[in-house]
């Protein structure tokens, strides 16, 4: 049996149940709790913990914290490894096939959206003492920190801890099934979605509304909506996507929306990111900015921009604004509140981002 084969037993076989968790020893123990599993969205450096603790396993004797092959100049690293090229070609294809990523790490890589990581390859090695001075949203600190932990381990400690990072896991995964279970739930004809939109600060919870509205409106006409599993992310800019969702028939991208969450409003900038997105897709119709403030619809710059010689004329004239608030009423002429909100739940359930407290305050009122 290969690394991989047993790598992947290890993850079937391992459960909450059947692990010791005080087999783990207490210093490392006290470090990965403190990490916060889930929480950093795409740029979670998580699933590298696990590809160093199964490496320190399978390989007590070489140095798990030299995680670059080669260094910046493109010189070899003795003793190096490449993290990302084991993370993404062993741990995350595993993690993916028992459901084990969404919550606990990215679907890609933990090198994803890492480049605090990356910027370190001149080090050689990932040491402790480093200048903090680079931001990232996870503790670059505590990921080194536990890192060298793991490397101080012996085979048998490593198992440990490998065994321990795949409960948590597993953990995450089973309140992730019994939440979105809920989240499945059929709402009831009192909830509303204007009241829950205005005491609940989550750009993931406006896409899903966004996203439930449009479904009703145009998937009868053969519509198919996409985009809503997608983070919201600056890479889908620079991949120039069609916009936060779209809506395609006969594989061809017809109407494109933008949306933007109570704090944030449109700039030229904004119109321009449209303007270029139109013109890479020729068969688009409409490009929408949903706005969830009813208020920004009217404000006066996008007066300004209305009047504009600019959204009068050429491919611009297919850009539109329209409020949530106004885009649910529409969706009311075609389906009940109950029946929007029910399907605004389901998305709740899949979107890649969301916040735990919006599912969970979501779930109280349904």
């Keep these: 049996m290969n690394t991989r084969e047993q790598i992947d037993k290890l993850v079937k076989e391992t459960t909450v149940e059947n692990f010791d968790v005080t087999s783990v020893p207490e210093k490392i123990a006290t470090n990965l709790k403190k990490w916060k599993w889930g929480s950093y969205g795409w740029v979670s450096p998580a699933s590298l913990i696990v590809t160093a603790a199964w490496r320190k396993y399978f390989y007590p004797n070489l140095d798990c914290c030299k995680i670059w092959a080669k260094d910046e100049v493109n010189n070899p690293i003795e003793g190096g490894y490449s993290i990302r090229s ?38 050689k090695r990932l040491n402790t003492d480093f200048d903090t001075a680079q931001r990232t949203i996870f503790d670059l600190k505590l990921f080194a920190l536990i890192l060298n932990q793991i490397n101080d381990l012996d085979a048998d400690s490593a198992l ?17 099934i019994k939440t979105n279970v809920a989240l ?55 991949a120039q996507k069609p916009g936060d969702l779209s809506l395609s028939k006969n594989g061809k991208t017809i109407i494109a929306i933008e949306v933007k969450d109570k704090t944030q409003s449109i700039d030229w900038n904004n119109i321009d990111r449209a303007k270029k997105i139109i013109n890479s897709n020729p068969d688009l119709k409409n490009f929408v900015f949903a706005l969830e403030n009813r208020e920004s619809t009217v404000s006066s710059s996008i007066q300004d921009m209305l009047h504009s010689n600019q959204l009068n004329s050429g491919i611009a004239d297919k850009i539109s604004f329209i409020s949530v608030h106004d885009l649910l009423l529409l969706a009311k002429s075609v389906a009940t509140e109950s029946e929007i909100a029910t399907k605004t739940g389901k998305y709740l359930a899949i979107v890649p981002a969301i916040k735990p407290e919006t599912k969970e305050a979501w779930i109280k009122l349904q």
């Design 184 to 238: 499945n739930q059929t709402v009831s004809d009192e909830f509303s979605i204007i009241n829950f939109l205005s005491k609940t600060a989550d750009p993931e919870l406006t896409k899903c509304v966004v996203a439930a509205c449009y479904e009703v409106l145009f998937t009868p006409h053969g519509f198919n909506l996409e985009g809503v599993e997608d983070y919201k992310t600056a890479a889908d800019a620079r």
């Design 86 to 123: 084991e993370d993404e070609g062993i741990t995350i294809p595993i993690f993916a096939k028992y459901d084990l990523c969404n919550g606990f790490c990215s679907p890609n890589s933990g090198m994803q959206g890492s480049r605090a990581i990356e910027k370190m390859r001149n080090y």
């Design 160 to 176: 440990n801890v490998f065994k321990y990072l795949i409960t948590v896991a597993k953990g995450i995964r089973d309140e992730r």
